[in-house]
């Protein structure tokens, strides 16, 4: 059974920093693409950030562009997200999410897996 634990949220000052962990067990994911997602209260599921686990290419949403790192450890199966430059506009639940194929996508349909979620809320 896949599993996709994420971790790391909670409550930071704008300008503040934090780093969300994605364990991922279950399945290999070594030939699979990962993704970042977040979603805000009333609003959609948006693309945040994602990335291959081969080869490590990545792409991130205009919005966090400069400011977040998506990254991964294959040894410890886990995709991270740092946050840096946090804004209050980044206040959402964040998910972590997993492809079965290796190529990039920027829409939440694309996904077959998903954890559980993990909130992140900035302060003005």
């Known amino acids: 059974q896949v599993q996709l634990v994420e971790s790391g949220g909670g409550l930071v000052q704008a300008g503040g920093s934090l780093r969300l962990s994605c364990a991922a067990s279950?399945?290999?994911?070594?030939?699979?693409?990962m993704g970042w997602f977040r979603q805000a209260p009333g609003k959609e599921r948006e693309f945040v950030a994602a990335?291959?686990?081969?080869?490590?290419?990545?792409y991130y949403a205009d919005s966090v562009k400069g400011r977040f790192t998506i990254s991964t450890d294959n040894a410890k199966n886990t995709v991270y997200l740092q946050m840096n430059s946090l804004k209050p506009e980044d206040t959402a639940v964040y998910y972590c999410?997993?492809?079965?194929?290796?190529?990039?996508?920027?829409?939440?349909?694309?996904?077959?897996?998903w954890g559980q979620g993990t909130q992140v809320t900035v302060s003005s």
């Open positions: 279950g399945r290999t994911f070594s030939g699979a693409a």
């Open positions: 999410a997993a492809r079965t194929e290796p190529t990039i996508r920027t829409i939440v349909r694309e996904y077959a897996y």
């Open positions: 990335i291959r686990w081969t080869g490590g290419s990545t």
